[in-house]
């Protein structure tokens, strides 16, 4: 029988701005000067591998060259008292270096490709990926990240986690993307709900639910110091 509680945390690309990362959901669809239909989707790889993969090498290498801030560090903190599971959005691996140990990418990892022939995935590390660059059975390797128009695979498994959280943390999302903005749905309906985002989140009709309008790093670390205090 499970005796801790259970913590879940729901990130967005919000708590790695404050890293330094792009982030292009305040920024009238541009995402580092660039159109995210021209970067992000199936269509743009079709039309423009090269610039694709130019794209992602310099996130590559901007994510690797970020460090984790004090909200990473601060939700890596709760594992010491709580069963801790980190859901993100993000794909550079900043609650990982944070020292947080269970974390499910939904929208990919960084320093990962994928055979766009096969779909196995490969450790990659912070190397360039070259238009050429071929996985084992000889097919063209992209970024492992899901782009706009594809779907999201670990999705189902999210919300699995998410059911059964004691207590469940939003931070560095707009809840506005599906089918991510419906992921607070399947949380349970007495569990305690936390949301800390500085901008205008629209979230009717559910219950438990405390909003902090700050950045991650001012609401994180109020939250876990109550919940390590005891007083959350």
């Known amino acids: 029988m499970r005796k801790q509680k259970k913590i879940v945390v729901f990130s967005g690309a ?23 239909e021209d970067v ?21 290498k901007h994510a690797f060259n970020a460090k984790p801030n004090i909200a990473h560090h601060c939700i ?4 010491d008292s709580f069963e801790v599971q980190i859901i993100t959005q ?12 269970n974390v499910l990418h939904l929208h990919g990892e960084i320093d990962m490709v994928k055979s766009t022939g096969t779909n196995k995935i490969y450790k990659h590390g912070n190397k360039d990926v070259l238009n050429g660059d071929l996985c084992p059975d000889g097919h063209q390797l992209r970024p492992h990240v899901v782009w706009f128009g594809e779907d999201v695979p ?9 059911s059964s959280a004691d207590v469940l943390i939003i931070t560095g999302t707009s809840l506005n993307v599906f089918p991510a903005s419906n992921i607070i749905f399947y949380a349970p309906k007495m569990s305690a709900k936390y949301l800390i985002d500085p901008s205008n989140v629209r979230i009717k009709d559910i219950d438990n639910l405390i909003v902090y309008k700050e950045k991650a790093s001012v609401g994180i670390p109020k939250i876990v110091d109550k919940l390590l205090t005891g007083n959350l």
């Open 154 to 162: 670990n999705m189902n498994k999210a919300m699995s986690i998410i």
């Open 76 to 79: 890596a903190s709760l594992e």
């Open 40 to 60: 992000a989707t199936p269509n743009a790889w079709i039309k423009n591998k090269n610039l694709v993969l130019d794209f992602y090498n310099k996130r590559r």
């Open 90 to 101: 993000n794909i550079d691996k900043l609650h990982e270096r944070s020292g947080s140990s």
């Open 14 to 36: 919000g708590i790695s701005a404050e890293s330094g990362l792009d982030t292009f959901r305040d920024s009238g669809g541009l995402w580092a000067n660039h159109n995210v």
